[in-house]
């Protein structure tokens, strides 16, 4: 039987570099909201191929540590922290979101991008609570996941976890604000919008025109189009009513 291979990884395999619902401008809005500088000690929590890792440590100097679970994404992000010639800056590391290799009040930042939609609502709260510990008293705390307005949204959402081969758990504004206050954050704060992971758009804005024409040449070859066509329907058709959201939180 034919399998859909999971999302994000079917993405990156035809080229894209940023693997997430708000793309470059929720992206943009979470770094522009913080306090990064030189000084600044960032966690990337699910950085796999270290794309915005790299976009920060080329931007502000700063001290960057990367985990994802992934080993081949991490290959990838090893291969381009070289490229970029930024091994003095950045660290990666295979680790788990629930249970982080790090001392408590350690970071100015944690940043996690297109992860927690993927959590059910305890893991979602476990891993909340690792971010809470390893961040240092008034450290921020950057989010960017799948919202909706919605409420009846129950078949469009069991769709998505077909279409992108993976459980998802999006959740309603109000509760991706409620979660991290739940979890002791304060001064809560968040845009949401139109998802532009796969939007002719969305794509030449975070991948530039010519990554985009690649992304596409790969994905209507013959091995991979099947599953291209039906994440495009699902993207820019039947899921149009998902929308991205980015939080900014602090401890
Ligand atoms: C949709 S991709 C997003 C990647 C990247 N943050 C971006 O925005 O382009 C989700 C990433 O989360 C990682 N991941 C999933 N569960 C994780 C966990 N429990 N701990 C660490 N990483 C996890 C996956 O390996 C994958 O690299």
Redesign the pocket.
Known sequence: MERNEI??QFLAKLGK????PGGKKA?DWLVQSANFSEQTLVL??????C??SIELAERFNCQIKG????PG?LKKAQKNIEAAQLSHLIEVKQ????KLPFEDNQFDIVI????LT??SHS?KEK?IKEYYRVLKPGGQLLT?DVSYLDSNLTSIIEELKTTINVNVAPLQVDDWRAIFKKVGFSKVESIHGEMSLMSPKGMIKDEGLFNTLKIVKNGLKAENRKQFKNMNHFFNKTGKDLKYIAVRSTK
């Open positions: 999302g994000h570099k940023r693997l997430r992206t990337e929590v699910a950085c796999n191929m794309t915005t985990i994802d679970l992934d994404a680790a788990n979101a629930m996690n991008e297109a992860m993927m959590l893991a891993a960017h």
